[in-house]
């Protein structure tokens, strides 16, 4: 079967047959039972591979980065945090409500 070219365009049987010639062959089914095309394969993450069957660890591991890489996405950072912003409540509220904080 030939594949459309945007992945994003894939039918359940496109993602099954990519899962299976990309080396992930005993998750097709998997994907086909829980009728993943390639608009829902691009949101499958690591818990979304459990919830579909995936438990091996090694396997969500390859399997998330093969589906970033064939999306051109990236892994999160999860190093990244709101925390590391310069950023106030009180800031935040005084752009917000004029006079706020103010002494009465």
């Known amino acids: 079967m030939a594949m459309a070219s945007d992945p994003a365009e894939w039918s359940v ?5 990519w899962a299976e010639v990309s080396g992930f062959a005993v998750y097709k089914s998997c994907f086909v039972t829980n009728f ?5 394969l691009m949101t499958v993450d690591a818990s979304t591979l ?3 069957g ?4 090694t396997d969500m591991t ?11 996405t990236t892994a999160p950072k999860f190093s990244d945090s709101v925390a ?3 950023w106030s409540p009180q800031r935040v509220l005084d752009g917000c409500i004029e006079g706020y ?3 009465r």
């Open 62 to 72: 390859k399997l998330s980065q093969a589906i970033r890489n064939l999306f051109g």
């Open 36 to 40: 993943i095309n390639g608009r829902k």
């Open 101 to 103: 904080g103010q002494p």
């Open 13 to 17: 049987e496109e993602v099954g047959e």
């Open 54 to 57: 995936c438990t091996d660890f």
């Open 84 to 86: 590391d912003h310069a």
């Open 50 to 52: 459990s919830k579909l």
